[in-house]
């Protein structure tokens, strides 16, 4: 996205006071799930991310800071996750125009899964078995 865009979309993100509280401003949304990534299970967040239930076709906007973002399908972000965001860095949020769920990849190692679907959060990775 060029910086007006990526601009904007800060914008409407800051102005929707989404990450007032982290991750999520309060009853922003109705269901919150979570991942530890910290661990680098590769195939484990990408199960995650997929279990989102999320189309991959669907375009979503990946913001940055508010000269940085892109639109990317939802299938490139969940094969390279870990190419769109480094831990201790800064936090990355991501969002489609429904405006329906939000993820926000926080700089200390989590992922967060925000939504107003209906949405049954699974089991921690942490408590899963493991190869």
Not at 18 to 40: A, C, T, W, Y
Not at 60 to 76: F, G, L, T
Request: net charge negative; aromatic share 16%.
């Amino acid at each position: 996205m060029d910086k007006e865009a990526s601009n904007f979309l800060w914008n409407f993100i800051n102005d929707t006071n989404l990450h007032e509280q982290i991750p999520f401003k309060h009853n922003f949304f109705r269901v919150v799930d979570k991942v530890d990534i910290s661990n680098g299970n590769k195939s484990d967040i990408k199960k995650w991310l997929y279990e989102r239930g999320i189309a991959f076709k669907t375009s979503v906007y990946v913001s940055w800071q508010p000269d940085v973002a892109m639109i990317v399908p939802w299938k490139i972000l969940i094969k390279y996750y870990d190419s769109f965001y480094y831990e201790s860095s800064d936090d990355l949020t991501v969002i489609d125009n429904s405006l329906n769920w939000a993820l926000l990849f926080h700089d200390e190692g989590m992922i967060y899964f925000g939504t107003n679907q209906r949405f049954v959060p699974g089991e921690p990775l942490s408590e899963m078995d493991c190869p």
